[in-house]
């Protein structure tokens, strides 16, 4: 039987790997609030997003806590640790995987939480899509639910087994783990599709250029980042034999939480600099404008001929017609690309054993 490397990652750069991910998205997240808070109060999305990072940084401590153990099981493994305290070492490491996978599960669907609030603020007028957005709400819900019960009792009906060493390695158990794999893994992809499907019918209806339809259908389209992330996941873990490369879990797993955080902010981020910019750009035209009426005063009392002052109105005005692209169609419609997010996992058994009223004014922009 194959065993495992327990140097496929070294220790120190697997937890490199841990706090890069979360810093990244910490960063990420921090610089939406600021944006954000330029431009508006902080919404339910944006408190989704923020109990995304917290479960991500919980995630990440208990993780870097429970690293010594795994490489040590990892080690024993591969036949370069001694056997000697591999009950301890086994019943510690699952002492911290449950509520990690917990906590992966927790990431994941609050950025699925985070989307169907903007969602509910893009569809809360049209009744059609209000009741979509409903039914997907509580499919969401009861999913996460799921996920939670799977994972309870893949181990039997006495939750204690998970924690216990070689009491969670019957071909039952073995079973059940799987099953919870397949399951979560099915309804997170299905729900990211789902999320990602809302809104196609909306974006085909809107009056812009088939260009400007195909980038908003490219950013919503990002969940399947997050869904390639889920699958490459699962398969660390559906594996046929008991030998679970757990340095290769590990990382996929926090990969996939860091990057569904990443993803569920950079479309609002995007969004919010466009109306940041755009606001500038509108100050900078209006102090121009006064300007030209000043220019166009002093041109009159000097008797310049009134077709210079014709061209420069003209010009002036080709300069704000030109200001239209593919993030104003987003500010403006209140549309906001989205991303999802992908994931989780049971047990390990150790082998051992638009409205119209909604838009804005040409010098407002609400996200």
Known sequence: ??????????????????????????????????????????????????FALTCLLSLCVLETIQLPSLYYIAGVLAGTAPIVGIIEETERYLLFQFPI????????????????????????????????????????????????????????????????FATCAKPEHVWASNFSVWFSTAVDVFTDLCIMAMPLRLIYNVKVTWRQKVGLVAVFGLGFVMIAFAIIRAKQVLVEKMFVNLTLLMIWSTLAASISVIVG????????????????????????????????????????RMGSISKEKKSMQGSLDAMGSQEEI???????????????????AIPYPAHPRDLPDRGQHYV
């Open 1 to 50: 039987m194959d065993t495992i490397d327990a140097a496929t990652v070294p220790e120190d750069s697997l937890r490199a790997i841990i706090w890069t991910s979360f810093s990244t998205a910490f960063v990420l997240v921090a610089l939406r609030t600021a944006v954000r808070a330029k431009t508006s109060a902080p919404t339910v999305d944006d408190y989704c997003i923020f």
């Open 101 to 164: 996978v917990i906590l992966f599960w927790s990431t994941l669907w609050s950025v699925k939480a985070a989307f169907l609030a903007l969602y509910w603020k893009i569809f809360r007028d049209l009744p059609a899509y209000r009741r979509v957005w409903y039914f997907l709400a509580l499919f969401c819900l009861l999913a996460y639910g799921g996920c939670l019960v799977t994972l309870t009792v893949s181990c039997g009906s006495d939750v204690k087994n998970f924690f216990g």
């Open 265 to 304: 902010t950079l479309p609002a981020l995007k969004v919010l600099i466009t109306a940041h910019s755009r606001n500038s750009a509108n100050r900078s035209n209006q102090h121009s404008a006064g300007g030209s009426k000043l220019t166009a005063r002093q041109s009159i009392s000097k008797s310049v």
């Open 330 to 348: 987003l500010v403006q419609h209140d549309v906001k690309p989205k991303q999802t997010v992908s994931y989780s996992e049971p047990g390990i």
